[in-house]
């Protein structure tokens, strides 16, 4: 196996640092701050179905491997054993329509589903739920970790197998010869490499962009909100309402910012939706999801931690009552169809990044694929759909065309 230095010490890198680390590569890991010190952090640490087929192999790899990580490790992931469930809600019919095709999918995959949208089914299975819904299903599926101990205990284990992994070194470069690339250049000089893997997340194309990498990838700034209910254990499940059709979505396709928005022309739009956690110290509860195209260091729209609440509290109102404990935003690496780039993008330098929503959901079956690719394997699921270079053709046109 070759030498390997990993740009990042996310759920990604960590990830990628073990699976490499196993094979007997000697490997390197560099983070510039410390471990999950952004959204691999501090995420909602939910392991769910993913919105896209094509990542259905790459999640289920991961959630098995996080069991046997979650097993071994010295400290408390927070992997749930069994599924807590997540009860899909629908207010209008167009949420009706949305949470259909997720129950379809569900099914599709092998999940059992429970329509529970009588007030008395609502009643008994989640009782803080308000019982005005065109439509509620319990979908059988959905785990909780805490994400930051889960990529501390990815990397641990990675360092276990003689992974080296360096804190607070700041990769400024690629170090390149020729067309091949050659390790990274830090702080405290080069170090070279036979492979590189750029695990950076939203600033992954910041390292490539002067490599002549191009991946269209731009960071979406995520909040969340923790209450404090009166009442203990308010929620038992995982409860969700579909996000509305918004700026960032054209039909089920992202619609990709323009220029102008990138660069801050107008308001960002924002996907808000519900996405309500029940955390498992019974007392609190972790109110996501927001999608933003992050312009800006400084939040743009500080107004979104009010829309969170009233959307949780048109779904359970007794969150009106809740003390607010911490709101929090962090940054995912987005793309344009949601699939994350894994693969070879010149020689000596590998890509794994823009997983978007799904970093802890895919995490560690990136890093099998990665492992599989860098060693000559079999990959253990079609690669194709995470291709890095699945957006240069159409890219040639459109410049072509401008
Ligand atoms: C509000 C919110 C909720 C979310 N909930 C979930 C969820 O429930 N489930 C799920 O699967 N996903 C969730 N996500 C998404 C998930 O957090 C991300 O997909 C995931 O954390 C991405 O991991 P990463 O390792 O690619 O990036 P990051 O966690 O951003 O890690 C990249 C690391 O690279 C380092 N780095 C960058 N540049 C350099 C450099 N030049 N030199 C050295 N180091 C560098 C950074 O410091 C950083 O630590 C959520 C995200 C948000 C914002």
Same mark, same amino acid.
């Given at each position: 196996?070759?030498?390997?230095?990993?740009?990042?010490?996310?759920?990604?890198?960590?990830?990628?640092?073990? $699976?490499?680390?196993?094979?007997?590569?000697?490997?390197? %890991?560099?983070?510039? /701050?410390?471990?999950?010190? &952004?959204?691999?952090?501090?995420?909602?640490?939910? #392991?769910? =179905?993913?919105?896209?087929?094509?990542?259905?192999?790459?999640?289920? *790899?991961?959630?098995?491997?996080?069991?046997?990580?979650?097993?071994? *490790?010295?400290?408390? @992931?927070?992997?749930?054993?069994?599924?807590?469930?997540?009860?899909?809600?629908?207010?209008?019919?167009?949420?009706?329509?949305?949470?259909?095709?997720?129950?379809?999918? *569900?099914?599709?995959?092998?999940?059992?589903?429970?329509?529970?949208?009588?007030?008395? /089914?609502?009643?008994?299975?989640?009782?803080?739920?308000?019982?005005?819904?065109?439509?509620?299903?319990?979908?059988?599926?959905?785990?909780?970790?805490?994400?930051?101990?889960?990529?501390?205990?990815?990397?641990?284990?990675?360092?276990?197998?003689?992974?080296?992994?360096?804190?607070?070194?700041?990769?400024?470069?690629?170090?390149?010869?020729?067309?091949?690339?050659?390790? !990274?250049?830090?702080?405290?000089?080069? !170090?070279?490499?036979?492979?590189?893997?750029?695990?950076?997340?939203?600033?992954?194309?910041? %390292?490539?962009?002067?490599?002549?990498?191009?991946?269209?990838?731009?960071?979406?700034?995520? #909040?969340?909100?923790? @209450?404090?209910?009166?009442?203990?254990?308010?929620?038992?499940?995982?409860?969700?309402?579909?996000?509305? &059709?918004?700026?960032?979505?054209?039909?089920?396709? =992202?619609?990709?910012?323009?220029?102008?928005?990138?660069?801050?022309?107008?308001?960002?739009?924002?996907?808000?939706?519900?996405?309500?956690?029940? &955390?498992?110290?019974?007392?609190?509860?972790?109110?996501?999801?927001?999608?933003?195209? #992050?312009?800006?260091?400084?939040?743009?729209?500080?107004?979104?931690?009010?829309? =969170?609440?009233?959307?949780?509290?048109?779904?359970?109102?007794?969150?009106?009552?809740?003390?607010? +404990?911490?709101?929090?935003?962090? %940054?995912?690496?987005?793309?344009?169809?949601?699939?994350?780039?894994?693969?070879?993008?010149? $020689?000596?330098? &590998? @890509?794994?990044?823009?997983?978007?929503?799904?970093?802890?959901?895919?995490?560690?079956?990136?890093?099998?694929?990665?492992?599989? +690719?860098?060693?000559? $394997? $079999?990959?253990?699921?079609? *690669?194709?759909?995470?291709?890095?270079?699945?957006?240069?053709?159409?890219?040639?046109?459109?410049?072509?065309? /401008?």
């Amino acid at each position: 196996m070759p030498d390997v230095a990993i740009v990042g010490g996310g759920v990604i890198g960590a990830s990628c640092a073990l $699976e490499l680390a196993r094979r007997g590569a000697s490997v390197s %890991l560099f983070e510039r /701050d410390h471990l999950a010190a &952004h959204a691999s952090g501090r995420n909602q640490g939910l #392991w769910v =179905l993913p919105d896209d087929d094509a990542n259905v192999p790459m999640a289920r *790899a991961s959630l098995e491997e996080y069991r046997r990580v979650a097993a071994d *490790a010295p400290l408390d @992931v927070g992997l749930d054993a069994d599924p807590v469930g997540t009860v899909l809600t629908a207010m209008n019919a167009r949420e009706v329509r949305a949470a259909e095709e997720a129950v379809a999918r *569900a099914t599709r995959h092998g999940f059992a589903v429970d329509d529970i949208s009588n007030p008395r /089914d609502i009643r008994d299975h989640e009782p803080g739920l308000t019982r005005n819904v065109a439509g509620a299903w319990l979908v059988h599926a959905g785990h909780r970790l805490d994400p930051g101990a889960l990529t501390v205990a990815l990397a641990l284990a990675a360092a276990e197998r003689g992974a080296e992994i360096h804190h607070h070194v700041h990769v400024r470069g690629l170090a390149t010869s020729a067309d091949t690339v050659r390790g !990274v250049v830090t702080d405290d000089g080069v !170090v070279d490499a036979d492979m590189t893997i750029v695990a950076a997340g939203p600033w992954s194309s910041a %390292l490539l962009e002067p490599a002549g990498v191009h991946l269209p990838i731009v960071g979406a700034r995520g #909040w969340l909100v923790r @209450v404090a209910p009166t009442q203990k254990r308010l929620l038992t499940h995982l409860v969700e309402a579909p996000a509305p &059709h918004s700026a960032l979505r054209d039909g089920s396709a =992202l619609r990709w910012p323009t220029g102008a928005e990138v660069i801050g022309e107008g308001e960002p739009g924002s996907d808000i939706g519900a996405l309500l956690h029940p &955390h498992r110290d019974g007392r609190t509860i972790v109110i996501g999801s927001t999608r933003q195209i #992050w312009l800006t260091p400084e939040p743009a729209e500080e107004s979104i931690v009010g829309r =969170l609440l009233d959307a949780a509290i048109e779904l359970v109102p007794a969150i009106a009552e809740a003390d607010v +404990q911490s709101a929090w935003w962090g %940054l995912r690496p987005l793309s344009p169809d949601d699939r994350p780039f894994v693969g070879t993008v010149r $020689e000596g330098l &590998h @890509v794994a990044t823009g997983h978007g929503s799904e970093g802890v959901i895919l995490g560690s079956g990136t890093a099998q694929l990665v492992a599989a +690719q860098i060693a000559g $394997e $079999e990959p253990p699921f079609d *690669a194709a759909p995470f291709s890095p270079l699945r957006f240069e053709a159409s890219e040639r046109r459109t410049g072509e065309r /401008d």
